[in-house]
T-cell receptor, first 113, second 116 residues
Framework: KAGVTQTPRYLIKTRGQQVTLSCSPISGHRSVSWYQQTPGQGLQFLFEYFSETQRNKGNFPGRFSGRQFSNSRSEMNVSTLELGDSALYLC????????????FGQGTRLTVV | AQSVAQPEDQVNVAEGNPLTVKCTYSVSGNPYLFWYVQYPNRGLQFLLKYITGDNLVKGSYGFEAEFNKSQTSFHLKKPSALVSDSALYFCAVRPLYGGSQGNLIFGKGTKLSVKP
């Protein structure tokens, strides 16, 4: 059974640009969550999607957005990139919303220059 | 505010010795509790979870964790550490009530270093 797949693994963007990250959950999983990991703030919750609906949102500015497709794949978008957006972005999938296990992908390392 | 605390930034142990990585939480109700491990430039790997039942939970790679409701703690343990256990360990909780249900709240992480 394939795990959670995140693409791309690495990205370098310039301030002011926008970026889209992709996450394919484990087959059969319908919930996808996104987290930002930085050395200073640690792991912070961005948002969670279940059945194409955003169920929960963390404390991030509106520049961070996401969506989920009918096949449960999810994308997150960051517009008007700032240097502080440089981070490892992790996606996790669960069978159901608020499930008892979340399985993480390898992450996308975003560097903003 | 709901939070998870890992009081030690780093834990150093000798190979073959027991190890403990501490975690306490401040979350209302009876949340789900988790431990994850992260190797350099990798995602998080699930180690174990506590949902309900026996306070001692066994997980992957010989790790176990002890849930203590009165102390709101969920310490990670292993009887005999290996050099390959060296990594970053995260404790996480999933609240079951309130606005944060559905997402994981993580501690800051504890770097475990096992020396030969």
């Amino acid at each position: 059974k394939a795990g959670v797949t995140q693409t791309p693994r690495y990205l370098i963007k310039t301030r002011g640009q926008q970026v889209t990250l992709s996450c394919s959950p484990i087959s059969g999983h319908r919930s996808v969550s996104w987290y930002q990991q930085t050395p200073g703030q640690g792991l912070q919750f961005l948002f969670e999607y279940f059945s194409e609906t955003q169920r929960n949102k963390g404390n991030f500015p509106g520049r961070f957005s996401g969506r989920q497709f009918s096949n449960s794949r999810s994308e997150m978008n960051v517009s008007t990139l700032e240097l502080g957006d440089s981070a490892l972005y992790l996606c996790a999938s669960s069978q159901e919303w608020g499930g008892t296990e979340a399985f993480f992908g390898q992450g996308t390392r975003l560097t903003v220059v | 505010a709901q939070s998870v605390a890992q009081p030690e930034d780093q834990v150093n142990v000798a190979e073959g010795n027991p190890l403990t990585v501490k975690c306490t939480y401040s979350v209302s109700g009876n949340p789900y509790l988790f431990w994850y491990v992260q190797y350099p430039n990798r995602g998080l790997q699930f180690l174990l979870k506590y949902i309900t039942g026996d306070n001692l939970v066994k997980g992957s790679y010989g790790f176990e964790a002890e849930f203590n409701k009165s102390q709101t703690s969920f310490h990670l343990k292993k009887p005999s550490a290996l050099v390959s256990d060296s990594a970053l360990y995260f404790c996480a909780v999933r609240p079951l009530y309130g606005g944060s249900q559905g997402n994981l709240i993580f501690g800051k992480g504890t770097k475990l270093s096992v020396k030969p």
